[in-house]
């Protein structure tokens, strides 16, 4: 295999995989240059070769941009539903109470991209300000909301993790960025009749896609990641 730019030097393949995983960040700030609809199937139907049990592939996606993404955004902002009000009715994302380590890593991440944006701990209208524009999926040119069969059992939405991460991956292999949302969940009954999304369907998340904008603070962020001898043990 060869390099698309350098085409008499062999590729070090794992070097273009890991490169690809490891840039992959949730960016919060996106141009507004478009993403043609055959990069965004390319990109689909390259993660649609994600596992799943028995091959069920779980997943179903709703890609949106202009009028109908703006759409989203008025139902959700104009609902009167403020973020920390918002009904987790569906599924739960995070537990009913933190605790470590996972109460240190939530609050750092928090504090460092309200840092980065000059948000102070009590700018309370700031930081909301800042989640809504999750609503807008951060003015990237494409917004995906995916959605589950609510019939399918836990298996399925771990394999649904796993299609997510490759959408994300597939994305960094054309210069393209991302931001997986979970924050779309809680709002399903404004998201519903704007898409469609027959009742039998569970909201997961969404997922912000486009070109990063350099300039922004947000995402100049880079979050932390837990050693591997916090999380694995060698079993001989």
Same mark, same amino acid.
């Given at each position: 295999? &060869?390099?698309?730019?350098?085409?008499?030097?062999?590729?070090?393949?794992?070097?273009?995989?890991?490169?690809?995983?490891?840039?992959?960040?949730?960016?919060?700030?996106?141009?507004?240059?478009?993403?043609?609809?055959?990069?965004? *199937?390319? $990109?689909?139907?390259?993660?649609? *070769?994600?596992?799943?049990?028995?091959?069920?592939?779980?997943?179903?996606?709703?890609?949106?941009?202009?009028?109908?993404?703006?759409?989203?955004?008025?139902?959700? /902002?104009?609902?009167?539903?403020? @973020?920390?009000?918002?009904?987790?009715?569906? #599924?739960?994302? #995070?537990?009913?109470?933190?605790?470590?380590?996972?109460?240190?890593?939530?609050?750092?991440?928090?504090?460092?991209?309200?840092?980065? /944006?000059? $948000?102070?701990?009590?700018?309370?209208?700031? %930081?909301?300000?800042?989640?809504?524009?999750? +609503?807008?999926?951060?003015?990237?040119?494409?917004? %995906?909301?995916? !959605?589950?069969?609510?019939? &399918?059992?836990?298996?399925?939405? $771990?394999?649904?993790?796993?299609? /997510?991460?490759?959408?994300? $991956? @597939?994305?960094?292999?054309?210069?393209?960025?991302?931001?997986?949302?979970? @924050?779309?969940?809680?709002?399903?009954?404004?998201? *519903?009749?704007?898409?469609?999304?027959?009742?039998?369907?569970?909201?997961?998340?969404?997922?912000?896609?486009?070109?990063?904008?350099? !300039?922004?603070?947000?995402?100049?962020?880079?979050?932390?990641?837990?050693?591997?001898?916090?999380?694995?043990? +060698?079993?001989?």
């Amino acid at each position: 295999m &060869l390099a698309p730019d350098k085409k008499t030097e062999p590729v070090d393949e794992a070097e273009f995989v890991d490169e690809a995983i490891v840039s992959r960040r949730s960016v919060r700030a996106f141009l507004p240059d478009p993403v043609d609809d055959a990069t965004i *199937r390319d $990109i689909l139907k390259v993660a649609s *070769r994600a596992p799943s049990g028995t091959n069920m592939q779980p997943w179903k996606v709703y890609v949106t941009k202009g009028a109908r993404k703006r759409a989203i955004a008025d139902a959700i /902002l104009n609902s009167g539903i403020r @973020a920390e009000k918002a009904e987790w009715d569906e #599924y739960k994302y #995070y537990p009913d109470q933190f605790f470590e380590p996972y109460l240190a890593r939530r609050r750092a991440v928090g504090f460092d991209l309200y840092g980065a /944006l000059g $948000i102070g701990r009590r700018d309370v209208d700031r %930081m909301r300000a800042q989640h809504d524009r999750n +609503f807008v999926f951060f003015d990237a040119p494409v917004g %995906m909301i995916f !959605t589950i069969d609510r019939r &399918l059992n836990k298996g399925s939405w $771990i394999d649904y993790g796993m299609f /997510l991460q490759s959408i994300m $991956i @597939a994305a960094r292999g054309r210069g393209l960025h991302t931001c997986p949302q979970a @924050a779309f969940a809680p709002y399903h009954r404004q998201i *519903r009749p704007v898409l469609g999304i027959p009742d039998e369907e569970i909201v997961v998340c969404g997922m912000a896609l486009g070109y990063e904008d350099e !300039t922004k603070p947000e995402n100049s962020l880079r979050t932390e990641r837990a050693e591997l001898e916090e999380f694995v043990t +060698f079993v001989e």
